[in-house]
């Protein structure tokens, strides 16, 4: 699956790589910020990181954080005084930040 580099910084983006997911959430309104905290064993104990949201479908998330983040992931976003499990699709530089692809986790089952 192929993701659009481009970010569409439109609340209702029309062309963007997270348009084709059917809905499971309530809307965000891009530009809010949010925590975003990796849920591997090296950054587990660290507490979330600041982010903002970029870009938003129902299924797909599109933030803007600090540092890397590996594809396949699975991370925590805090939004609202709610979090759900997400799982990275792509992390790509911009300037001094990342932009960081999520996609919501249906389920998350024993390693």
């Given at each position: 699956m192929s993701h659009?580099?481009?970010m569409n910084t439109n609340p209702h983006p029309s062309g963007s790589a997270?348009?084709?997911r059917a809905p499971t959430v309530p809307s965000v309104t891009v530009?809010?910020?949010a925590k975003v905290k990796a849920l591997e064993p090296l950054t587990?104990?660290?507490p979330p990181s600041p982010a903002q949201v970029i870009e938003y479908s129902e299924k797909g998330v599109m933030l803007r954080v600090r540092r890397y983040i590996?594809?396949?992931t699975i991370v925590q976003l805090h939004l609202d005084g709610e979090?759900?499990?997400w799982k990275v699709f792509c992390c790509i530089?911009?300037?001094n930040s990342f932009y960081l692809g999520i996609e919501l986790v249906e389920s998350v089952s024993p390693a």
């Amino acid at each position: 699956m192929s993701h659009n580099r481009d970010m569409n910084t439109n609340p209702h983006p029309s062309g963007s790589a997270l348009n084709d997911r059917a809905p499971t959430v309530p809307s965000v309104t891009v530009d809010r910020f949010a925590k975003v905290k990796a849920l591997e064993p090296l950054t587990s104990t660290s507490p979330p990181s600041p982010a903002q949201v970029i870009e938003y479908s129902e299924k797909g998330v599109m933030l803007r954080v600090r540092r890397y983040i590996a594809v396949g992931t699975i991370v925590q976003l805090h939004l609202d005084g709610e979090f759900l499990l997400w799982k990275v699709f792509c992390c790509i530089p911009k300037g001094n930040s990342f932009y960081l692809g999520i996609e919501l986790v249906e389920s998350v089952s024993p390693a």
